[in-house]
């Protein structure tokens, strides 16, 4: 049996990466041709977010694998033969126990150790991209344009990097226009995102409702080309992307560079442990659920649907738990209850299945003493 769980359980989680893989990939493979770059870095790129990928599908994979055992056990009535020779549903339920706390490791592993690093070196490349996006856009004598409502022209470029006579024409917002231009110009980077230096030079906003025109003129303006690369984030840290023990322990860096506290941080590593607990969870809600059923002519899709429907239940406890320790952090403990009650629910299940049984044993004693 638990051969069979491993096996379905490599097929679906297959089916469903590439599922979501096609569509992430469809979007991104857009972006980095329209940079400019080549297949190596969509490959790279593909590679480091499909860990994100896979950490949301391994738990549907569990629970779907447990479920299509089990439905075929039964309709083979092998269920029934091991129950009828005296397995009880716990002793019935160990391979599939095992089962789940495999698929809690794999998704424990992604999320506490492999996908934050991969997120990490994923913003990285993102940022690596940007900064040969923005080289990219330094190009004299050709008015470009970026992204929508954004031209650039730059009449020349000298050897010490010198951009002379530059223009910028921002036309995104619907209520006005700006135009910025100057003499000359330096590209300089930051922390943060590559940002143009312009020197001597002047904004004019032209607002089309009142169609007034109104100009600045500066002696140095720097203007961010961030959002004309499409590159990485720009701003705080991403919790994603830091480590789990650095969660657990940050430094006062960390604190500074997320904008987090201490308490939400710690929240942040306890809710990826917590999605490890649900996951080897979710395979134990099928096998019982399932078990209630019995053997019946018209299979057990009754039961099937009461599965999804409990799975659906502690989703929304979650979902529920993570709001709440948004509110307050100190109350992480939250984040394991919906893990807590899918084992609770199993647990349940699996004791209602083996009553039955033991009503029937009881019977027979009796019919016997009477005979």
């Known amino acids: 049996m638990l051969s069979q769980l491993l096996m379905l359980f490599g097929f679906f989680a297959l089916v469903l990466v590439l599922v979501y893989w096609v569509n992430s990939a469809v979007q991104l493979f857009d972006q980095l041709v329209a940079d400019g770059q080549n297949l190596s870095v969509f490959l790279e790129l593909t590679m480091l977010t499909l860990p994100s990928l896979i950490r949301l599908v391994l738990p549907l994979s569990g629970f779907a694998a447990a ?3 089990t439905n075929r056990l039964s309709a083979d009535s092998e269920l029934t033969v091991m129950r009828a020779t005296g397995f009880s549903p716990f002793r019935l339920a160990r391979p599939v126990l095992v089962f789940g706390l495999v698929t809690g490791l794999l998704t424990g592993a992604l999320t506490v150790v492999i996908n934050p690093m991969a997120q990490a070196r994923l913003a990285d490349r993102q940022s690596e991209i940007a900064r040969t996006a923005t080289a990219r856009l330094l190009q004299e004598g050709q008015f470009l344009s970026p992204i929508a409502g954004v031209t650039l022209y730059i009449r020349d470029i000298t050897t010490e990097g010198e951009l ?4 910028i024409s921002d ?3 619907a209520e ?3 135009t910025y231009t100057a003499s000359s110009a330096y590209l300089v980077e930051t922390a943060a995102a ?4 312009m020197i001597d030079g002047l904004v004019q906003v032209l607002r089309r409702g009142t169609n007034r025109l109104s100009t600045t003129r500066f002696e140095d303006f720097a203007y961010d080309l961030a959002p004309l690369t499409q590159g990485g984030e720009v701003g705080r840290l991403r919790t994603q992307r830091v ?6 322990f940050p430094t006062p860096a960390l604190l500074d560079a997320t904008e987090r506290s201490a308490a939400q941080l710690a929240g942040e590593a306890h809710d990826r442990i917590a999605a490890a607990v649900l996951a080897a969870a979710a395979p134990l809600i099928g096998f019982a659920t399932l078990l209630l059923g019995g053997f019946s002519r018209f299979g057990v899709w009754r039961q099937i649907l009461g599965a999804i429907g409990l799975i659906i239940v502690v989703q929304a406890l979650e979902s529920l738990a993570t709001s709440l320790l948004r509110g307050n952090p100190d109350q992480w403990p939250l984040i394991y209850l919906p893990g807590g009650a899918a084992f ?3 647990l349940i299940e699996l004791t209602l299945a083996g009553r039955p049984a033991r009503r029937g044993i009881g019977r027979r004693r009796r019919a016997e003493r009477l005979a």
Do not use: G, K
Request: charged letters at 25%; proline letters at 4%; aromatic letters at 8%.
């Open 243 to 248: 480590s789990t023990r650095d969660l657990f």
């Open 176 to 178: 006005e226009s700006v």
């Open 67 to 69: 479920l299509y055992v």
């Open 344 to 346: 609770a629910i199993a």
């Open 194 to 197: 590559p940002q143009l230096v």
């Open 171 to 173: 036309t995104r917002n």
């Open 164 to 167: 002379r006579d530059l223009l």
